[in-house]
Each structure stands twice: as structure tokens, then as C-alpha cells.
């Protein structure tokens, strides 16, 4: 069981593809440990609890920290596990906060949109100034200390003629798992098509050898939904109204996204895996997302890249598989969303 809780809307960054809506408002402490406790309601044992935002990283440290405790404290006594994830643009990393993660089970899934050029594109300061130093000077001591994170990297019709650069860019920071994701919203014309084809192509090239001789595990054959990848788990936001979790952060009306409501986090008769029931499939999530964010004249032409995506996925499996390198991708690629 996955829940994803929204921890703030405050964000350092102003990324050129994020329709979030920035703001210096945090979920509260009692609001984190209440969806801690909703997720336990879940018959399983294995369990995913990630902080988003926003810039989760922005959330008093303290209150993060004691909320991961009684996360791990409350499944202790249960039996079960929470694995802990926070999706972060990797600039408010430090040692204190690496250490901690690495001691109580907690994932980073780190945003990067490949190389220098690329990523300050992609994802500037608010001033518009370049973010990519302050993100890769913090990595050493993420894959110093062994802590577990992989590379969530968004390709943008502004940025996709370096994807293979940026790709083995992220290689050669230290990521050893790498998710590639495409830009949801902007229209792509045909020679940015074109060039996404190619930069695919010449991953999925070289790509066996990475995953034979390094062991790099590149996400897209494990997680690609078809025809484009939305996020729809449970989510908890800051005012503890419960989502599809994309419908969350994509709908910025409030009035337009109470619509989709399943729950609150203080009104509950319900276990988690009856909420998880009433949730929007992946592709009733994606016509409700660009239906209320008036992009319906954008949906077929992302829908196309994003079965551009899908053959890429799948291809690539199927290569592994002919490889006889399929087993070992799977035994490394131990983590799915």
C-alpha cells in the first residue's frame, strides 16, 4: 500500500514543467502522524509512505523526523514496514539529514534533469538563477553514506535533444537507478518527436551492458504506464483532504479538486484498502487532469510521446529478456512505485 502526503507547498525551485501551486504553507505534525496511522490500517505489511510537495525538504526538519520515528515505532509494534520516501530537488541536503535517512529507512528519489545545461533549463532558482550546482554538490555523501535514491529526470521538448548526454551524465555523478519521465502539458512538435526517438534509441543501445557490467537499473520497463505515466496512489494533502494523488498538485482550483475528493484525514470510518478501492485508474486520472487544466487540445499529441515511451519501455524488456539479462534487472530493481 502506497500513500503519498503532500507536506508543503513551498518550493526553493520554479520548474518550467510543474503546475504545482507555490505557497509557504506545511501540513501539520498532527495531520503527518494521523496519515501515518491511516496507512497502518492497511492488511499489508509492506508499506510505502512518501513526502512530496512542494519542496518536502522545506518542512521543519524536526517535524519530518519525529513523524519517520513514529512511523517506524507504530509498525514495529504492528509487524509491519514503512518504507519512507521523499521526492526532493536535492538542494536542503546535509549530513545531518543524509545520516538520519540512511538510520531509518528512508528513500530519496532525487530530481534531476540531467546534465548542467539541461537541468538549469528544466529547473531554475526563483530568481531564474542556475540550481544545478546546489543539487550536485550534495550528492558525494548520498552515495557515500549508501543511502537508497534513485534519479526521477523529466525530459522537456526544450531539453530532449540531449537526452543521451544528460542520461550518461547522471551515470557519471554516481546514480545507479534512473527514471526517465517526459514533460506532461507542453505540445511536442515533430522534430522534438524526432529527436526523443532518437535519444531513446541510443539508451536503449547501450543500456544492457550498463545493466550487466555496472548494474544500473534504468525504472522505465518496471513503472511505465501506457499511454503516460500519472501518479494516482492515495494522497493526504496539507488541509487533510484525501485525492488520487496526482489530482492533488495538478488541480489548482480548490473548488475544481474538492470535487474529487475521497476522504478526510479527521472524518475516517474507513481502512485504507477500502479508500485505495475509490481511487482514479491511471487513465481516468490523466482525462480528468487535462479536462479541468484546459489542455484537452494537448492531450493527443502527449499521448502519442507517451506511447513513445511505452514501445521504448517494452522494447527494452523484451531485449533484456532475449539478453538473458531480465532476472537480473528484476532482482535490482527491487523498488516500484
Not at 520548474?15 to 501539520?28: A, F
Request: include cysteine; charge should be positive; charged fraction near 25%.
Amino acid at each position: 500500500m502506497y500513500l503519498l502526503v503532500i507536506s508543503t507547498w513551498a518550493c526553493n525551485l520554479r520548474c518550467s514543467y510543474c503546475r504545482t501551486e507555490k505557497k509557504n504553507v506545511y501540513i501539520s505534525e498532527k495531520t503527518l502522524k494521523k496519515a501515518v496511522d491511516l496507512l497502518l490500517t492497511s492488511q499489508q505489511d509492506e508499506l510505502l509512505f512518501e513526502f512530496f510537495g512542494g519542496e518536502p525538504l522545506m518542512l521543519p526538519f524536526p517535524v519530518m523526523k519525529r513523524a519517520i520515528l513514529y512511523g517506524n515505532r507504530r509498525a514495529l509494534r504492528q509487524n509491519k514496514r514503512i518504507q519512507f520516501i521523499i521526492t526532493t530537488n536535492g538542494i536542503l541536503l546535509n549530513r545531518e539529514k543524509i545520516r538520519f535517512f540512511k538510520r531509518h529507512n528512508t528513500m530519496l528519489i532525487i530530481s534531476l534533469d540531467g546534465q548542467a545545461r539541461a537541468h538549469n533549463i528544466n529547473r531554475p532558482q526563483i530568481d531564474n538563477k542556475d540550481s544545478y550546482a546546489l543539487v550536485v554538490k550534495n550528492l558525494p555523501l548520498v552515495f557515500k553514506e549508501g543511502l537508497d535514491c534513485f534519479c526521477y529526470t523529466v525530459i522537456t521538448p526544450e531539453t530532449v535533444q540531449d537526452l543521451k548526454k544528460s542520461f550518461t551524465s547522471l551515470l557519471k555523478l554516481g546514480f545507479k537507478k534512473i527514471w526517465i519521465m517526459m514533460a506532461c502539458g507542453p505540445r511536442w512538435e515533430k522534430d522534438k518527436i524526432l529527436a526523443l526517438r532518437r535519444g531513446l534509441e541510443d539508451i536503449a543501445r547501450i543500456y544492457p551492458a550498463l545493466l550487466a557490467e555496472k548494474g544500473v537499473v534504468l525504472l522505465n520497463p518496471k513503472n511505465w504506464l501506457s499511454p503516460l505515466r500519472f501518479n494516482t496512489e492515495l494522497s493526504v494533502n496539507i488541509d487533510g483532504f484525501i485525492y488520487s494523488a496526482c489530482l492533488t498538485y495538478l488541480i489548482k482550483d480548490e473548488k475544481v479538486r474538492r470535487r474529487y475528493v475521497i476522504g478526510h484525514i479527521d472524518r475516517l470510518t474507513e481502512a485504507i484498502d477500502t479508500l485505495d478501492q475509490r481511487r482514479l485508474p491511471n487513465e481516468k486520472a490523466i482525462e480528468v487532469i487535462y479536462r479541468e487544466n484546459n489542455l484537452m487540445d494537448r492531450l493527443k499529441n502527449n499521448m502519442y510521446v507517451g506511447r513513445i515511451f511505452a514501445k521504448f519501455s517494452l522494447d527494452l524488456q523484451k531485449d533484456l529478456q532475449s539478453k538473458g539479462l531480465w532476472t537480473l534487472y528484476q532482482s535490482l530493481a527491487s523498488w516500484s512505485t
